[in-house]
């Protein structure tokens, strides 16, 4: 019987029970995947506690993918990178963290567009939160470098940039510029929660013109169909969506977890069932 879990605040929402419950009954595994909501002036006392539930493992997510690490007795080296955790395998009693939504990404599209992504393609990352550094990382590991980062406060592309070592190869934009350009671009990824279920009628940006057999990818999974991404249809794009990463770095976890890889092509149509 494996126990695993999620902690994070607030949960009562997550897809992620869901999704491994999936996971565990493809694999005819028997487990358990319970959430831990957990207050932000309890989290010490509730980890502490969390220690002694005997979890194969659990994901992490917002607020608190920093606040683990000084609980971990270990970290890999993407996660310590990136400075945050989202999955932790108790291996022999001691806590180690993991962050899979960089490779999940890069899985979740290359899964689908391995003709399309290659490594001199031109990337362009909208936005500088944690899911762009964790991409950004993602792509640059696995050799595709020329990777632009755009975002509404440039600085913090600027630093992306610098910290994860990409100087050579990619330019921090406004999102303006990153407008005016879009059709240098073989691949785009939208990564701010601008055009999120309420507010379905905006998009970080406008464009007219895109480049012949651009892919389009937008990490908003509420609504499926973001604006940015029906702009991109229009003009003619692949598109690649919000929930496939979600479900290929809960793969990814598993993976951790169990060691066994699970198809995502079944899956990924009930999946589009359950956010309808
Ligand atoms: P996460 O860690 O989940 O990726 P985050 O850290 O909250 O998200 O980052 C949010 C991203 O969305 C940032 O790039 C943010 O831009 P700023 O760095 O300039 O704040 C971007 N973002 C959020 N709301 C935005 C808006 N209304 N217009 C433009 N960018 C926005």
Known sequence: M???????????????????????????????????????????????????ENLEGFNVTVPYKEQIIPFLDEIDQAAEFLGAVNTVKVEDGKWVGYNTDGIGYFSSVTSRFDNTLKDTSKVLILGSGGAARGIYHAFLQKGVRQVDIANRTVQKAEQIIKELNGEEFSEPLTIQEAGNRISEYDVVIQTTS???????????????DIKENALFSDIVYRPMNTKFLKRADELGAFLHYGHEMLLHQAIYA???????????????????????
């Open 194 to 208: 601008v055009g999120m279920s309420p507010n379905e009628n905006q998009s970080i940006i406008e464009f007219d």
């Open 254 to 276: 598993f993976k951790i977890w169990t060691g066994r890889e699970p198809e995502s092509s079944e899956l990924i149509e009930k999946f589009e069932n359950v956010l309808k």
């Open 2 to 52: 494996m126990k695993l879990g999620l902690i994070g605040y607030p949960i009562g929402h997550s897809l992620s029970p869901w999704i491994h419950n999936q996971l565990l009954e493809s694999q005819n595994l028997e487990g358990s995947y319970q959430l831990y909501e957990i207050e932000p002036d309890k989290f010490e006392e509730n980890i502490k506690s969390l220690k002694k």
